[in-house]
């Protein structure tokens, strides 16, 4: 069956994807660096800087997709490997988890609401910067959630 993840067939055009993938971003990266150093307005890079962030973050991760699908990552398939903690570091990191996620939660609502006082203000970055925040906090969430699901799963093994 043609895409089936246990080929080595798909694990050749997945690594082919993600270092595709690793190329071309490799070009934004230097057009968003040559951007950043002609730009002269300080809100125009600070805008611009804040991609850039971004864009080397992603141009890693990908880098250690692309790696991890060739299978020379030293560690095999999958790196980082989904989280699978023994049940006792589980159920001692299980609360903590469940906390922040709360918090992430009650930021998201903060948020809205600051989003909402500062709509309006004449010229001001601010309610963008609130709501970049915002859609960091929901990747927060995203990311306690599946945290959370497996801590759950792994404290209930023991």
């Given amino acids: 069956m043609a895409g089936r993840r246990d080929t ?17 971003e490799t070009r934004f990266l230097a ?11 300080p809100g125009t890079r600070f805008l611009v800087e804040l991609i850039l962030e971004d864009e080397r973050r992603h141009h890693g991760i990908f880098e250690r997709l692309a790696s991890s699908a060739r299978g020379d990552d030293g560690i095999g398939v999958l790196s980082p490997p989904a ?51 915002d859609l960091d906090t929901r990747k927060h969430v995203m990311i306690l959630e599946f945290l959370r699901d497996r801590l759950t799963e792994s404290a209930a093994e023991g």
């Fill in 83 to 133: 989280p699978h903690p023994s049940p006792a570091e589980a159920r001692a990191i299980l609360a903590p988890t469940r906390e922040f996620l709360e918090a992430e939660l009650e930021d998201r609502r903060h948020l809205r609401t600051l989003a909402k006082e500062v709509d309006g203000v004449a010229d001001s970055l601010w309610r963008l910067l609130i709501e970049l925040m």
């Fill in 8 to 24: 080595n067939e798909w694990w050749v055009k997945i690594a082919h994807a993600f270092e595709t993938h690793v190329r071309e």
């Fill in 31 to 41: 057009a968003y660096e040559e951007l950043c150093q002609g730009v002269d307005d």
